[in-house]
């Protein structure tokens, strides 16, 4: 099972990350849940075109910002389990990530950089354009997925709460 592109997708996009998103290791995100309802692969995609449109939008470098979006949750294990060092999953996970992606892909230091400080304020300061941008993005992303789910809960309760009588 290989991955399927919608021809929607911007191409210029698509090819300064296809590389990844086709790489075993990377689709291997699917089997992680990442902020109750989505998985961590399609977080990190979400992360990733929008680094990538903010990136154009401000410009600054896109392929950097795609890449290290896609790349800023690199990490194939439950985010639930306690982590080999014992630190907490905000502060142990963006270094994983990066030593995950320097040790499977090319990534510049720029992108290395945006990896590791994507957690902001819980973890380093970032210290380029880019990493700020990884920084928005993420953030953005997970309250958009948080609030997909509240939203269907809402939905749901509303269904089943009766209006008290007068």
């Given amino acids: 099972m290989g991955l399927q592109?919608?021809?929607?997708?911007?191409?210029?996009?698509?090819?300064?990350v296809e590389h990844i998103l086709?790489?075993?290791?990377?689709?291997?995100?699917?089997?992680?849940?990442?902020?109750?309802?989505?998985t961590r692969f399609m977080h990190s995609v979400n992360v990733s075109y929008l680094s990538w449109i903010l990136a154009?939008?401000?410009?600054?470098?896109?392929?950097?910002?795609?890449?290290?979006?896609?790349?800023?949750?690199?990490?194939?294990y439950d985010f639930s389990e306690e982590t080999p060092t014992g630190e907490h999953q905000a502060f142990y996970h963006p270094k994983a990530a990066a030593e995950n992606s320097t040790r499977l892909f090319d990534i510049s230091e720029r992108e290395e950089a945006a990896i590791r400080s994507h957690m902001f304020p819980?973890?380093?300061?970032?210290?380029?354009?880019?990493?700020?941008?990884i920084t928005l993005a993420d953030k953005i992303c997970?309250?958009?997925?948080?609030?997909?789910?509240?939203i269907a809960l809402a939905r749901k309760n509303r269904l089943v709460v009766k209006r008290a009588s007068a």
């Fill in 5 to 16: 592109i919608s021809e929607e997708v911007p191409q210029d996009y698509l090819s300064e």
């Fill in 22 to 38: 086709s790489h075993e290791d990377f689709m291997a995100l699917e089997q992680f849940t990442q902020h109750q309802w989505t």
């Fill in 56 to 76: 154009r939008k401000f410009g600054c470098d896109e392929k950097a910002a795609a890449r290290a979006g896609l790349l800023h949750d690199f990490c194939l």
């Fill in 122 to 133: 819980l973890g380093p300061l970032p210290k380029n354009k880019e990493a700020w941008i």
């Fill in 142 to 150: 997970a309250t958009m997925e948080f609030c997909h789910v509240a």
